[in-house]
């Protein structure tokens, strides 16, 4: 069966990150969410998202297509049931769809909220959605230990340093090129994986539930707290409790981030600190898209939000709950506002609009560096993002 995820009305909860992406392109976990349903339905998933972002992620449309909600984490036992749907027929959860078959000259009556007579089946279990951003760090752990079984069945975990010290060993996974010595891993609280070719630098202390995935790098006295997961491509060290990182971003100097995620393309200046933790102990309140406004949020522990390619100076200092866009750059003492929009420029003294070209510029170096190239579908998606978002630059 075709299978392709679309986004719901969860997009707009899950901005600025999915400006630049699909739902089912976020990484929760270990995994992205695509990943775990390529594994769960054994099939190759694609995406129906905005229109601006379809070049870059193409839909695979066939006679016979299964759309599920690409906010949905998957298991077994939800995966079963979407297997079994026939031609018309829907599952939902609280009015939520979360999956309906369909043939192809259906498809534009459904986007269009046109479709009539299909079959509605509720689904009596509990399910797992992402609604929120901060979703992602809360889930984080759970879906550690989820896709950590997946990653792992049926193999053998590379030869560990004897240099490393281990608790738990028997949840510790090394993937072919990972390395690490003289470093403290614990994982009596949840499992800790090793992606292809990363490191662990002398000194690092790490605690389970934690996710290094390949290629990327925990530098030298690191403290990890989990659960927390650092995407490909990647260099982290200070103090991190609570992260998730998407990929492709560098945290690599001392200080602390909390009870965050960080986008791809993004660039945390030395001794960056987060709060996440108000002094009043009171609910963290996060910027809302949709309301234009700030938002509770249920909370008491929550970071920084930031979107891809946003990057910030050394030494600055991000608020409780603060909100980031794609493609800022942020400096300066003092705390900036806690809603900061995409291609902002400045700190805590102001901002001015960060201006598509010299954005470009730096993202063309980025991107070298990684051996990738900024290429123009990645120009138009940031072109998009940039006319979009004009209604929050007040410069």
């Known amino acids: 069966m075709n299978t ?39 099939t190759k998933c694609s995406f129906l998202t905005e229109a601006y972002l379809q070049e870059k992620y193409p839909a695979k449309i066939e006679e016979q ?23 018309r027929e829907a599952i939902t959860k ?3 769809l979360l999956a309906i078959n369909l043939k192809k000259e259906d498809l534009l009556d459904f986007f269009s909220g046109k479709l009539e007579n299909y079959s509605n089946n ?15 760090f809360a889930k984080n752990g759970e879906e550690i230990e989820s896709d950590y079984e997946i990653l792992t069945l049926g ?18 996974f090394f993937e072919e090129g990972a390395k690490a010595e003289f470093a403290i891993i614990n994982a009596t609280d949840g499992p800790v994986y090793i992606g292809k070719d990363a490191e662990i630098m002398e000194g690092a202390v790490i605690r389970g539930p934690f996710a290094l995935c390949q290629h990327s790098t925990v530098k030298m006295a690191a403290k990890i707290y989990g659960p927390t997961t650092i995407g490909p491509e990647s260099k982290v060290g200070g103090e991190l409790n609570n992260v998730v990182i998407q990929g492709y971003t560098n945290k690599a100097h ?41 938002a509770k949020t249920g909370l008491q522990f ?21 909100v980031v866009g794609v ?22 003294s102001g901002f001015v609009t960060y201006q598509t070209r010299k954005a470009f510029e730096v993202a063309e170096k980025v991107f070298e560096r990684r051996g990738l190239e900024f290429d123009e579908k990645e120009q138009k998606i940031l072109n998009h993002i940039f006319e979009e978002t004009k209604k929050y630059r007040k410069s």
């Open 122 to 136: 509720e689904y009596d279990a509990e399910v797992n959605l992402i609604n929120n951003t901060w979703d992602i």
């Open 4 to 42: 392709i995820l679309f986004d719901a009305q969860q997009r707009h909860k899950l901005l600025p990150l999915t400006y630049t992406k699909p739902v089912g392109e976020l990484r929760v976990g270990i995994l992205k969410i695509i990943e775990k349903w390529d594994f769960f339905l054994k």
């Open 155 to 172: 193999k053998i975990s590379q030869e560990i340093s004897k240099t490393v010290q281990i608790l738990g060993k028997e949840q510790v």
């Open 254 to 294: 001392d200080g602390f981030l909390g009870n965050s995620v960080i986008g791809e393309w993004c660039n945390l200046g030395a001794d960056t600190n987060n709060s996440n933790l108000k002094n009043n102990y009171a609910e963290v309140r996060l910027w809302d898209y949709q309301t234009a406004g700030f």
């Open 327 to 348: 493609s800022s750059n942020i400096f300066g003492d003092g705390f900036p506002r806690n809603f900061i929009p995409s291609f902002s420029w400045g700190g805590a």
């Open 94 to 96: 609280d009015d939520e």
């Open 302 to 322: 929550c970071g920084l939000i930031m979107g891809d390619h946003s990057k910030c100076g050394i030494n600055t200092m991000f608020n409780t709950g603060t």
């Open 65 to 87: 297509n299964l759309l599920i909600n690409g906010a949905l984490l998957p298991d077994e036992d939800i995966s079963e049931q979407i297997l079994l749907l026939k031609n």
